[in-house]
């Protein structure tokens, strides 16, 4: 099995540490459960950093000529500028992190699915929907890193895509502290096939990168890098990528397979191209072939075991599974 670096993802301090949403209650999400052995968690609840109690009166998000202001209706409290001097203190105050899980409609923490009600309007009617205050300071500060919530993380692509990024961040991460060439090398060649599968045009700028024929300053070039690497993976790959990259893996093995095993990895092919399996039933049978011939290059490959199996869930939603 092998070893993951563990990433640094802030995460709602209601979602499993702390009984602190406005009604005292605390949310148990499954997979924010499971992550909890693999990931190192910096749990945070902009609400009660502010000063509002447990439980509390409710706030939200009033939009009018006085842009976007976040006003608890009960009291007439505006907490608007609060919220924001507190988002950009403790964003400032944070450590390199690899990703924010955040909770789904929060005023505060929401990342694009929070109410927005007209302002003075009270409780009526919602007119539009958008980020909570914190979540959109977030967005704008780290506009390159994994945000999303405990709601969209129910369906299976987007969960699975939010995992590789997270952990290929984190591997990163590790690799930049060395600063050498070795190490930088190193990183490349294992997340070539990852990489093929997300974006070639990246792919083929960080190779550039990796070869430095400008003779760049390795501070310089690791930062480089680190852009393109979040840019390539900032949208999910295709169905299409990713039989390409295990078409390409199966040529390793081709003149070692009987018809009947590169006919079933064909099928599975298809099915997965269909969207009736997940990715990880074509890789399977790749990573079986990995161990039974003993393919070194193609064992080194994180596509292949991209963050820890005990993550994988098969549960999924049925919403957003298109996107």
Not at 198 to 205: G, M, P, T
Not at 269 to 290: C, D, G, H, Q
Request: glycine letters at 8%; one cysteine or more; charged letters at 30%.
């Amino acid at each position: 099995m092998p070893d993951y670096v563990k990433p640094v993802v802030v995460v709602s301090k209601c979602l499993g540490f702390e009984a602190c949403r406005w009604n005292g209650e605390i949310v148990r999400d499954e997979f924010v459960g499971l992550l909890d052995s693999f990931v190192q968690f910096i749990p945070v609840c902009p609400e009660l950093e502010i000063g509002l109690g447990v439980p509390r009166d409710p706030i939200h998000i009033e939009a009018g000529k006085e842009g976007r202001r976040l006003i608890q209706p009960a009291t007439g409290r505006d907490v608007t500028e609060s919220m924001l001097s507190f988002s950009k203190t403790f964003l400032d105050s944070l450590p390199e992190v690899d990703g924010f899980l955040l909770k789904a409609r929060s005023p505060s923490c929401g990342i694009g699915d929070v109410k927005v009600f007209p302002y003075g309007g009270g409780e009526s009617g919602a007119v539009d929907k958008g980020p909570g205050l914190f979540g959109e300071e977030v967005q704008r500060r780290f506009p390159l890193l994994p945000a999303e919530s405990e709601g969209r993380l129910r369906n299976f692509r987007l969960r699975e895509h939010f995992l590789v990024r997270i952990f290929t961040n984190a591997r990163f991460r590790e690799a930049a502290k060395k600063r050498t060439m070795e190490a930088l090398v190193d990183f490349h060649s294992r997340h070539k096939f990852l990489l093929m599968s997300y974006n070639q045009s990246e792919l083929k700028a960080m190779g550039r990168l990796v070869a430095n024929p400008e003779r760049r300053p390795q501070k310089e070039l690791f930062r480089l890098y680190g852009e393109h690497l979040r840019k390539a993976l900032a949208r999910p790959p295709r169905y299409a990528s990713n039989i390409n990259v295990l078409m390409h893996s199966m040529g390793y093995f081709s003149d070692r397979l009987t018809p009947g095993e590169k006919a079933h990895f064909l099928e599975a092919l298809r099915r997965y191209r269909e969207k009736r399996i997940p990715l990880s039933a074509p890789v399977e049978i790749v990573n079986s072939w990995i161990n039974r011939f003993g393919e070194k290059y193609l064992a080194e490959q994180t596509y292949f075991r991209p963050y820890p199996e005990e993550l994988v869930m098969i549960s999924d939603s049925g919403k957003g599974r298109d996107f």
